[in-house]
């Protein structure tokens, strides 16, 4: 049982949508970029392991805090810049924030990704203008369903071997039904959300970590895992389910 769990480890170290230092910086699959400064609430992460450098995304919930996904931590050392479009092309419009502290989520697992969300509290408090701005959550008893048309934004890569752009991105995407997320081991329906028509190309892929998935202007869902050669559908974690664990925290600090 040890060698086999130990495999999916080091399966799922591939499925993860976290941008390695080595890969460089990306897109969305099949995506368009995004006018600059339309999504004020996008974070783009600069993650430090051991003095090299990855990123992932995430998103702006209030003046302190970020929401990402779990497995953009790991002990790492993480700076937020809020107001981007070009990751490239520093702009008066950006704010580099320093993490102050981060909470992964204490039933987090990093074997199946389940539970793979966690807040960022940041240093300083984000100030909100026409190019940093919040999104909303869903309420706890929101359960979004498949057929719905949703959208992600991100900088993760444009295809398995293609860097792409530096900006801002963004894709539309189905919600599937839990079946066609069957293939992945640790799929839970309750907690996740099966995103992206397998009869399609379009798709998040590595960079896009944490990022959201925008419902009618709802945050509902952060990109999680998908398969290796890009082909959706990938999982998103359902954010319903956290509201309260993430009202908690907001209240508490």
């Given at each position: 049982?040890?060698?086999?769990t130990?495999?999916?480890?080091g399966?799922l170290?591939w499925?993860?949508?976290?941008?390695?230092?080595?890969?460089?910086?990306?897109?969305?699959?099949?995506?368009?970029e995004?006018?600059?400064?339309?999504?004020?609430?996008?974070a783009?992460?600069?993650?430090?392991i051991?003095?090299?450098?990855?990123?992932?995304?995430?998103?702006?919930i209030?003046?302190?805090?970020?929401?990402?996904?779990?497995?953009?931590?790991?002990?790492?050392i993480?700076?937020?810049?809020?107001?981007?479009?070009?990751?490239?092309?520093?702009?008066?419009?950006?704010?580099?924030?320093?993490v102050?502290?981060?909470?992964?989520?204490?039933?987090?697992?990093?074997?199946?990704?389940?539970?793979?969300?966690?807040l960022?509290?940041?240093?300083?408090?984000?100030?909100?203008?026409h190019?940093?701005?919040?999104?909303?959550?869903?309420?706890?008893?929101?359960?979004?369903?498949?057929?719905?048309?949703?959208?992600?934004?991100?900088?993760?890569?444009?295809?398995?071997?293609n860097?792409?752009?530096?900006?801002?991105?963004?894709?539309?995407?189905?919600?599937?039904?839990?079946?066609?997320?069957?293939?992945?081991?640790?799929?839970?329906?309750?907690?996740?959300?099966?995103?992206g028509?397998?009869?399609?190309?379009?798709?998040?892929?590595?960079?896009?970590s944490?990022?959201?998935l925008l419902c009618?202007?709802?945050?509902?869902?952060?990109?999680?895992?998908?398969?290796p050669?890009?082909?959706?559908?990938?999982?998103?974690?359902?954010?319903?389910?956290?509201?309260?664990?993430?009202?908690?925290?907001?209240?508490?600090?």
């Amino acid at each position: 049982m040890g060698s086999i769990t130990g495999k999916m480890q080091g399966l799922l170290l591939w499925l993860i949508f976290f941008l390695p230092p080595e890969a460089g910086a990306g897109e969305i699959i099949s995506g368009i970029e995004s006018k600059p400064h339309s999504r004020p609430y996008m974070a783009y992460l600069n993650v430090t392991i051991h003095q090299r450098y990855g990123n992932c995304g995430g998103f702006l919930i209030s003046e302190e805090f970020v929401v990402t996904a779990a497995h953009c931590s790991k002990g790492r050392i993480i700076t937020v810049i809020l107001g981007a479009h070009d990751i490239k092309q520093e702009e008066s419009t950006w704010q580099k924030l320093e993490v102050k502290e981060q909470f992964v989520h204490p039933k987090y697992d990093y074997s199946t990704e389940v539970n793979d969300i966690m807040l960022l509290k940041l240093q300083t408090k984000a100030k909100l203008n026409h190019a940093v701005g919040t999104v909303p959550l869903p309420t706890k008893s929101t359960f979004i369903q498949p057929g719905k048309v949703c959208r992600a934004t991100g900088w993760g890569q444009t295809g398995v071997e293609n860097p792409g752009s530096d900006t801002l991105r963004e894709v539309k995407l189905r919600l599937m039904k839990a079946e066609a997320c069957n293939h992945f081991m640790f799929y839970n329906h309750n907690l996740q959300i099966c995103v992206g028509n397998p009869k399609e190309t379009r798709s998040v892929f590595k960079g896009d970590s944490g990022g959201p998935l925008l419902c009618a202007g709802v945050a509902q869902g952060i990109v999680s895992y998908g398969r290796p050669d890009a082909k959706p559908p990938a999982v998103f974690t359902r954010i319903s389910p956290y509201v309260s664990w993430i009202n908690k925290i907001l209240k508490s600090k």
